[in-house]
T-cell receptor
């Protein structure tokens, strides 16, 4: 059982470049989320989805876009990378109902130079 | 918005001893979930323990237990018989809705041989 798979694990971008972080889950979970982790700040919610076709903004959405065309996939797009977006990014999925545990991917370390 | 505070950026403990990590949170809600997640050097986020706010009984998972004080909005994690593999960052998290989990800044725990 693969769980939540994120690619790539590491990425270096130049300022202004765009890229997509991939996230896929094989647990048929309805809820998926993207977080960024910065030193001294824990994880902060970027965007989330409550099902295919439904997404919404979290705490720090600026500079990022998401879409959810299938239950399994939830890609995060950086439109024009900035040094402030240097961070570790985590994708998570949750089943819902009484099953509140979030399952996380292994993270993507992104550096914007 | 709910906030989560972990006042101990770093802690250390001798192998086989007991350590307690602190967490406080701020909310006006009465029903919510609290979590402790472990992040070892591999970067993977691993659920350690979960507490439902409507349950008065403190959650336990083997060597891990919590002291949940709802009125004081406190949720500490006790690790008994510490092992070298417990060395990690520990994050306290608050969740009212599955789509909005708030994390503390983390406590870096080092278990010394």
């Amino acid at each position: 059982n693969a769980g939540v798979t994120q690619t790539p694990k590491f990425q270096v971008l130049k300022t202004g470049q765009s890229m997509t972080l991939q996230c896929a889950q094989d647990m048929n979970h309805e809820y998926m989320s993207w977080y960024r982790q910065d030193p001294g700040m824990g994880l902060r919610l970027i965007h989330y989805s409550v099902g295919a076709g439904i997404t919404d903004q979290g705490e720090v959405p600026n500079g990022y876009n998401v879409s959810r065309s299938t239950t399994e996939d939830f890609p995060l797009r950086l439109l024009s990378a900035a040094p402030s977006q240097t961070s570790v990014y985590f994708c998570a999925s949750t089943e819902g109902g009484t099953r509140t545990e979030a399952f996380f991917g292994q993270g993507t370390r992104l550096t914007v130079v | 918005a709910q906030t989560v505070t972990q006042s101990q950026p770093e802690m250390s403990v001798q192998e086989a001893e007991t350590v307690t990590l602190s967490c406080t949170y701020d909310t006006s809600e009465s029903n919510y979930y609290l979590f402790w997640y472990k992040q070892p050097p591999s970067r993977q986020m691993i659920l350690v323990i979960r507490q439902e706010a409507y349950k008065q009984q403190n959650a336990t998972e083997n060597r891990f237990s919590v002291n949940f004080q709802k009125a004081a909005k406190s949720f500490s994690l006790k690790i008994s018989d510490s092992q070298l593999g417990d060395t990690a960052m520990y994050f306290c998290a608050f969740m009212k809705h599955i789509t909005d989990m708030r994390f503390g800044a983390g406590t870096r725990l080092t278990v010394k041989p």
